[in-house]
């Protein structure tokens, strides 16, 4: 296969064209509202299994975008979505991105209670005093217990990205944080990850700023 | 689906049993030592693409362990990448990752010549006086520079770990990186993304490690 020649600020906008075809080949008509979102996981990921596994609560996109241009924070559960996450933009709006999976007080304690670091970190999350959006991409436990704390009444979310990736309880967290009723966006099924929800945050983020590519 | 109760410790392993049992269900047989990789790929992403998808070239997990045990650095092309590598696995032997993608004598000569980031930090990564294993998990025209740097002599590198996702010259670098004859790791085809390219590092550090999955 030949390597073409393209500019580097048209690559993007090139692979978003490819995308658009390809699902028009396959016969799918995205969600209207939902194309940035759906077409940026599948960018982020060649993997045309999003165009039909993300699953959106009624009106949580247009609560998202709101709550980033308040300047809601993010919280999420793994380094590399913090990594991956435009923090520049997110800043522009006056939010910024939350992980404790790394503080050693949160290391201890699930250390000393027999749980996941994941599970402490979403506690810890829960008494930030800003608007928050979750975003999942690696712990089911992270998503179970943002599910618990929800019913709890113990959070109020703007929106929960779950999109944890795995065997284990992957696709069970996914399904108990669709029936709390919570504003969320979920990969149903096996698949997500750090990747995914760092790419949703940017697609929520982006649009929020009146950038488009679709 | 029920969520099942397990020991924070066991997921990792119990997850590992499931990616075994799907694969002998599959009559998936993978080439033998290539294992901790192939399974971190399926673990890190849900798809068992990677079991099928993956290219190792004679000799190259043998030659990056013996790589990354004697001090080697690694390079890659993202934050998010960087961010999943396990640095402190990596440090213990004496290494360190570098990303020169956020920085910014490598954005201004990007600008000014008219050619992505992602090629202009793999020439600063050229001057690197280490061993190394280029970790490239995002820009395949980062992938494209590594195996014209390659050819034109100007890099030696251990092992190429060559797995950018996308659409726009992803499968023509990677093709390319192979033609080249330098130790690699190639996914094949449009998947891949700096969530692959951390967990083979990593994979390639457990293994160095001596701690086991498989």
Do not use: W
């Amino acid at each position: 296969m030949e390597i073409k020649n393209i500019r580097p600020g048209d690559i993007e906008k090139k692979s978003f064209e490819i995308i658009a075809d390809e699902l028009k080949k396959r016969n799918i008509t995205l969600i209207p509202g939902t194309e940035p979102i759906v077409m940026r996981c599948i960018h982020t990921s060649a993997d045309f299994d999003y165009a039909e596994s993300l699953y959106f609560s009624d009106g949580v996109i247009d609560r998202a975008i709101e709550a980033l241009r308040s300047g809601a924070d993010i919280v999420t559960d793994t380094q590399m979505a913090m990594a991956g996450i435009s923090k520049k933009t997110l800043a522009r709006f006056g939010g910024q991105v939350h992980c404790f999976m790394a503080d050693e007080d949160v290391a201890e304690e699930a250390k000393r209670r027999g749980v996941t670091r994941a599970v402490v970190s979403m506690e810890k999350a829960s008494k930030l005093e800003k608007p928050l959006i979750f975003a999942i991409g690696n712990a089911p436990t992270a998503l179970i217990r943002t599910a618990e704390l929800y019913e709890q009444g113990k959070i109020r979310p703007e929106a929960v990205i779950g999109v944890p990736v795995g065997f284990v309880n992957v696709v069970a967290s996914k399904e108990k944080i669709m029936q709390t009723g919570v504003p969320c966006i979920v990969a149903r099924g096996r698949k997500g990850g750090s990747n995914i929800a760092a790419c949703i945050c940017n697609a929520l983020l982006y649009t929020a700023s009146g950038r488009k590519l679709t």
